[in-house]
């Protein structure tokens, strides 16, 4: 995936049009969207100010907004504020703004161009990145609600669950051989699957108490996946 301005960016011959007129697929409404008590073009001055919407250029002179502080990332990627996310659409809609904000289509703007496309950039690379994984997507929808599970929190874990955790722990330290590191991979998976049907149900509920507390195990399983991961590596 991108990262900014160093990420390989490959555009297949012929696929994406080139220059700004390219970036009329999110803008072809720009025009009759924009009122008289719209904030100002940067550069123009005429009505545009921060995309909304899927307006990311000045109507009339073209020019690179700045990204909308007050947009969260369910709205940017064009997904509804819900646990459930088609991440197929969710992954294409990445593709999409990259094509448009991406670093390397404004090699040859405006400095303010360049700054606002790296930013835009770094903004769906985070976007993404947090709607795609479960976990990240629970603990995003619980911030907007304004409930913050802070890292090292046990949130009054029953001591059955911490039980149960500490083996699994003790399990990996001892797991010698691809066979014991499969067995150990397949319970969290489970866990994991079973945890994150949970949260779905809770958020449907709008019991966000219990997301909470399910949301917080699949983080003790997310931290024994990658002491999974680190003790794969080959010293």
Same mark, same amino acid.
């Given at each position: 995936m991108w990262g900014g301005r160093t990420g390989a960016f490959l555009r297949p011959s012929g696929?994406?049009?080139?220059?700004v007129l390219g970036r009329r697929l999110l803008n072809c409404n720009a #025009?009759? %969207?924009a009122g008289s008590s719209?904030?100002? +073009?940067?550069? +123009?001055g005429g009505p545009g100010g921060p995309p909304r919407?899927?307006?990311?250029f000045c109507p009339q002179c073209r020019a690179l907004q700045p990204p909308d502080p007050t947009r969260d990332y369910f709205s940017l990627m064009g997904c509804n504020r819900s646990f459930r996310v088609d991440t197929v659409k969710l992954q294409h809609r990445y593709q999409q703004l990259q094509r448009l904000v991406h670093p390397d289509f404004f090699s040859q703007r405006s400095q303010n161009e360049k700054d606002f496309s790296? /930013?835009?950039?770094? %903004?769906?690379? @985070? #976007?993404?990145k947090t709607l795609l994984a479960p976990l990240s997507r629970g603990l995003y929808l619980l911030k907007l609600r304004g &409930? @913050? &599970?802070p890292e090292g929190t046990d949130y009054e874990m029953d001591s059955q669950f911490l039980t149960e955790i500490m083996e699994i722990n003790e399990k990996l330290a001892e797991a010698h051989g691809e066979t014991a590191m499969k067995e150990i991979e397949s319970i969290v998976r489970a866990k994991? /699957? @079973?945890l994150t049907d949970d949260v779905s149900r809770a958020f449907e509920r709008d019991n966000f108490e219990k997301a909470k507390e399910l949301l917080t195990k699949m983080r003790y399983f997310s931290?024994?996946?990658? $002491? &999974? $991961? %680190? $003790? $794969? &590596?080959? %010293?």
């Open positions: 696929w994406w049009p080139t220059g #025009a009759s %969207l719209s904030p100002r +073009c940067w550069n +123009c919407g899927d307006r990311f790296e /930013k835009h950039s770094t %903004l769906v690379n @985070e #976007a993404y &409930i @913050e &599970i994991q /699957k @079973e931290n024994v996946e990658e $002491k &999974i $991961k %680190l $003790k $794969k &590596i080959p %010293l």
